[in-house]
């Protein structure tokens, strides 16, 4: 186990790579150092073959509440648009290794912004997503009226965006916000299962499959087409698709290599 002021980072299960919000008396705030903190890990974990999945949690009762208002009021805008914050928000959405994000309690503002750079949500019961920046008199900063309307839509993107209103877990299923949603206190037990799941397939077309989804959010449908032919004809060209087609003849476990 790995640890810092901002962020605990542990290993559950082989291949898969915790990391813990720990700025609990800010709710986890979303400040430049806890978002500098997440991008390194994620580096980190990108340049370690052995880390194959990543899952992103908070605390019982909040995920994370937010950007860092103390930091908005005293440099601005700046707070949330300089160079480095910037780098790091965008090394996060390009992390090539999936991230599932276990959400319970408040999952507000940068937090669900930064939800949404998840490739998989698990959300206990009682969850709530929201963006509520309209309240103190600024807009969602870091991808929010982007992300979200492009995964739940207009409509409700404009009511959460616009009233400042949380949705609870249930809708943000409905809205695709949320992949599954388990029993309230279960939703780090239930991501890091999933991620043990995927940590066993072949971690290159892991990464490939990753892409090719992701494509679909940024190109037309020929391109995003075309980008998913490509990504396959990479599979093929590894040992880990050998390896799974002869377990596969053989009726036998496929042991994958990442190679």
Not at 28 to 50: F, Q
Not at 188 to 204: C, D, H, L, M, S
């Amino acid at each position: 186990m790995t640890t810092s002021d901002l962020l605990i980072a542990t290993t559950p299960s082989p291949h898969v790579r915790l990391l813990k919000m720990n700025r609990h008396a800010k709710r986890n705030a979303l400040s430049n150092e806890l978002i500098a903190a997440i991008a390194d890990t994620c580096r980190a974990a990108v340049a370690d073959e052995d880390i194959r999945c990543i899952v992103l949690t908070g605390g019982d009762a909040f995920f994370c509440a937010g950007a860092d208002i103390k930091e908005m009021q005293q440099r601005g805008f700046e707070a949330i648009n300089n160079p480095a914050r910037r780098n790091d928000w965008r090394d996060i959405t390009n992390c090539v290794k999936p991230i599932i994000a276990a959400v319970e309690g408040i999952c507000f503002g940068g937090g669900n912004e930064l939800a949404m750079l998840a490739d998989i949500v698990v959300a206990g019961e009682g969850a709530q997503f929201g963006q509520p920046e309209i309240n103190i008199g600024v807009i969602p900063g870091d991808g929010g009226t982007q992300r979200l309307t492009r995964v739940a839509g207009k409509p409700l993107a404009m009511l959460m965006v616009l009233s400042g209103q949380p949705i609870s877990a249930r809708a943000a299923l409905q809205a695709g916000l949320v992949a599954d949603i388990v029993e309230t206190g279960l939703a780090t037990a239930r991501a890091v299962e999933i991620a043990g799941i995927i940590a066993q397939k072949p971690p290159r077309s892991v990464e490939l499959a990753k892409a090719a989804v992701l494509a679909a959010h940024q190109t037309p449908l020929e391109a995003g087409l075309e980008f998913e032919r490509q990504a396959i004809r990479v599979a093929f060209t590894t040992a880990d698709q050998q390896e799974g087609m002869d377990a596969f003849f053989e009726k036998r476990s496929p042991n994958y290599r990442g190679q």
